[in-house]
């Protein structure tokens, strides 16, 4: 049987509580109260929601609003979850090519280089390589239930830090730790304070120019340029070449037909037809026909070699097996700073005659037009205009004279402080050879052997036995 219900009972208001699946909300609705009974009020919905679970991203103002409006019937949004937010991976993103392109470079006006094929690429000490972006963590969240929702926090990028690279303070970039040559190799930007070229210079490789050593295990071929602000060796030839270097020049084998400038020393097995200039000492067994200046010790004494044809311009001496040929091959040989200041009295004095000459021409020139112009009164504009240029002319020359007169008189003060230098030949001087010390000349009309060239007390050379 069933029970007695009292339909005219007062039923009180009834909240129901909805959650979605994921935690991410939370809803209510309230059923209004029936035969007068409890009308809801706001502790009995924080009740409610409390015991169905939820405890998290309440709306405070939406559970006040139904309380005190009497909200009933409707499906109202309660609670909001907070998601979790992930966190990025980190980036990297590199400022250079991983592959070097082997082609030739064209300039910004448009001119491309064919002996220049970009194989070097020359960066210096701070320089940034890469750019990094760090990774962040993201942040947790929370669901209505109060759950933490764990994120996925973001990695580091992968890279490696390559030799003679590092990162910057706070790991944003890549940078270079000294001046080199960048490449890519191991997976990682590595610089190179040597370049070794396996090879030979030649059309697949380019003319070379780097700021450090730069080591070539072949030749340097015809018309190729090797450049560096350290040192340059070369195991093979350099044959109609160029050669450049802030430090020192070693060449194991020849160096025929080509330039060589290095401010160190300078070192070769033989050289031929070329055209030498270092700050420090000159080496090599044998010099044929070439133009050399040389600051520190010219060396040429390799059995059978020596010093044959050309012009060799020396500050610190020259040491050699032989000097000139049986041919009587002209070769000079200047010694010390003095014979070059000699050289250049010489030749200011032949600036002086010839400012002279040109200056007493347009003396001439100026007292014509002057006598022609007292005479008539006027002159013609052109004419006018001949001797205003005549005038100024005159006076730059005289100060162009006075000039060229104070250097004679600097040079003879320093010639006046002899340089004691001399050239050992442990072989044969020829006829044919002429030597320079300080302002005095040398010419050897005789053979002689094992000599020593120098400088005699009343300031002649003289050639005595060693």
Same mark, same amino acid.
């Given at each position: 049987? @069933? !029970?007695?219900? /009292?339909?005219?009972?007062? %039923? #009180?208001?009834?909240? *129901?509580?909805? =959650?979605?699946?994921?935690?991410?909300?939370?809803?209510?609705?309230?059923?209004?109260?029936?035969?007068?009974?409890?009308?809801?009020?706001?502790?009995?919905?924080?009740?409610?929601?409390?015991?169905?679970?939820?405890?998290?991203g309440?709306?405070?103002?939406?559970?006040?609003r139904?309380?005190?409006?009497?909200?009933?019937?409707?499906?109202?949004?309660?609670?909001?979850?907070?998601?979790?937010?992930?966190g990025?991976?980190?980036?990297?993103?590199?400022?250079?090519?991983?592959?070097?392109?082997? @082609? !030739?470079v064209? /300039?910004?006006?448009?001119? %491309? #280089?064919?002996?220049? *094929?970009?194989? =070097?690429?020359?960066?210096?000490?701070?320089?940034?390589?890469?750019?990094?972006?760090?990774?962040?963590?993201?942040?947790?969240?929370?669901?209505?239930?109060?759950?933490?929702?764990?994120?996925?926090?973001g990695?580091?990028?992968?890279?490696?830090?390559?030799?003679?690279?590092?990162?910057?303070?706070?790991?944003?970039?890549?940078?270079?730790?000294?001046?080199?040559?960048?490449?890519?190799?191991?997976?990682?930007f590595?610089?190179?304070?040597?370049?070794?070229?396996a090879?030979?210079?030649?059309?697949?490789?380019?003319?070379?120019?780097?700021?450090?050593?730069?080591?070539?295990?072949?030749?340097?071929f015809?018309g190729?340029?090797?450049?560096?602000?350290?040192?340059?060796?070369?195991?093979?030839?350099?044959?109609?070449?160029?050669l450049?270097?802030?430090?020192d020049?070693?060449?194991?084998?020849?160096?025929?037909?080509?330039?060589?400038?290095?401010?160190?020393?300078?070192?070769?097995?033989?050289?031929?037809?070329?055209?030498?200039?270092?700050?420090?000492?000159?080496?090599?067994?044998?010099?044929?026909?070439?133009?050399?200046?040389?600051?520190?010790?010219?060396?040429?004494?390799?059995?059978?070699?020596?010093?044959?044809?050309?012009?060799?311009?020396?500050?610190?001496?020259?040491?050699?097996?032989?000097?000139?040929?049986?041919?009587?091959?002209?070769?000079?040989?200047t010694?010390?700073?003095?014979?070059?200041?000699?050289q250049?009295?010489?030749?200011?004095?032949?600036?002086?005659?010839?400012?002279?000459?040109?200056?007493?021409?347009?003396?001439?020139?100026?007292?014509?037009?002057?006598?022609k112009?007292?005479?008539?009164h006027?002159?013609?504009?052109?004419?006018?205009?001949?001797?205003?240029?005549?005038?100024?002319?005159?006076?730059?020359?005289?100060?162009?004279?006075?000039?060229?007169?104070?250097?004679?008189?600097?040079?003879?003060?320093?010639?006046?402080?002899?340089?004691?230098?001399?050239?050992?030949?442990?072989?044969?001087?020829?006829?044919?050879?002429?030597?320079?010390i300080?302002?005095?000349?040398?010419?050897?009309?005789?053979?002689?052997?094992?000599?020593?060239?120098?400088?005699?007390?009343?300031?002649?050379?003289?050639?005595?036995?060693?």
């Amino acid at each position: 049987m @069933a !029970p007695n219900i /009292d339909l005219r009972a007062p %039923v #009180d208001s009834n909240v *129901l509580v909805f =959650i979605a699946v994921n935690g991410s909300e939370a809803y209510v609705t309230v059923d209004p109260p029936i035969n007068g009974g409890k009308e809801i009020n706001y502790d009995d919905l924080k009740q409610k929601i409390k015991s169905n679970g939820v405890i998290y991203g309440i709306n405070e103002d939406m559970l006040k609003r139904i309380a005190q409006e009497k909200i009933y019937g409707e499906r109202l949004l309660i609670a909001t979850w907070t998601p979790s937010e992930d966190g990025v991976d980190g980036t990297i993103k590199y400022r250079f090519e991983q592959n070097v392109r082997i @082609a !030739p470079v064209e /300039d910004d006006k448009g001119f %491309v #280089d064919y002996k220049n *094929l970009g194989l =070097i690429r020359t960066i210096r000490k701070g320089t940034v390589i890469a750019d990094i972006t760090l990774p962040t963590e993201g942040s947790e969240g929370k669901d209505v239930r109060g759950r933490v929702l764990r994120q996925h926090i973001g990695q580091k990028a992968h890279y490696t830090v390559g030799t003679n690279t590092e990162l910057n303070e706070d790991g944003t970039q890549i940078i270079s730790s000294a001046d080199g040559n960048i490449s890519f190799r191991n997976g990682a930007f590595c610089v190179d304070k040597v370049v070794t070229i396996a090879g030979d210079v030649n059309s697949s490789v380019g003319n070379i120019k780097f700021i450090g050593d730069v080591i070539i295990k072949g030749e340097v071929f015809e018309g190729f340029t090797v450049s560096s602000n350290a040192n340059i060796m070369v195991y093979g030839n350099v044959n109609g070449a160029s050669l450049e270097a802030d430090g020192d020049v070693i060449i194991k084998k020849g160096c025929i037909n080509s330039k060589i400038v290095a401010h160190g020393n300078v070192t070769a097995n033989f050289c031929e037809h070329s055209n030498i200039e270092c700050d420090g000492d000159l080496s090599a067994s044998s010099f044929v026909i070439c133009d050399v200046y040389c600051g520190g010790i010219l060396s040429a004494k390799g059995n059978g070699g020596g010093i044959l044809g050309g012009k060799y311009t020396c500050l610190n001496g020259i040491e050699a097996s032989n000097i000139g040929s049986k041919n009587y091959t002209p070769t000079l040989l200047t010694v010390g700073d003095n014979a070059m200041l000699a050289q250049e009295k010489d030749t200011v004095l032949k600036q002086i005659e010839t400012s002279s000459e040109e200056l007493e021409k347009l003396a001439l020139i100026i007292n014509f037009l002057n006598d022609k112009k007292k005479e008539m009164h006027t002159l013609p504009e052109d004419k006018e205009v001949i001797l205003g240029n005549a005038c100024r002319q005159k006076v730059l020359l005289g100060l162009e004279i006075s000039k060229l007169r104070k250097r004679i008189e600097e040079i003879d003060i320093s010639l006046a402080n002899k340089q004691y230098l001399a050239i050992d030949c442990r072989g044969y001087i020829y006829p044919g050879v002429k030597i320079t010390i300080n302002d005095a000349v040398f010419k050897v009309e005789s053979e002689y052997v094992r000599t020593r060239v120098s400088l005699s007390s009343d300031g002649t050379i003289h050639a005595a036995p060693l």
